[in-house]
């Protein structure tokens, strides 16, 4: 998995490596993340009031909007990339 912006600064590195139990899906990555972690983590990637996505979530390069959101699953050496959004005006 490969951390960028303010999650790298959370998660302490750019790149690590994420062993998940259960099903491999997004939904689990994050939980593995926030328990390894902290909820900070999650907090960074899900806003805690609205629940909506505060990063891209990349598979491999493919948007998870145009997979199955969260329900995406993963499979073993799939590269997830997560890039914070930025707000402008």
Known sequence: MEALGYLRTIIGKKELQVELRGRNTITELIATL??????E???AILSPTSREFLVLILINGKDIDFLQKTKTLL??????????MSAGG
Do not use: K
């Not at 499979?75 to 914070?84: A, E, K, L, Q, R």
């Open 34 to 39: 926030s328990r390894t972690y902290g909820r």
């Open 75 to 84: 499979s073993d050496g799939d590269n997830v990339t997560m890039i914070p």
């Open 41 to 43: 983590v999650s907090d």
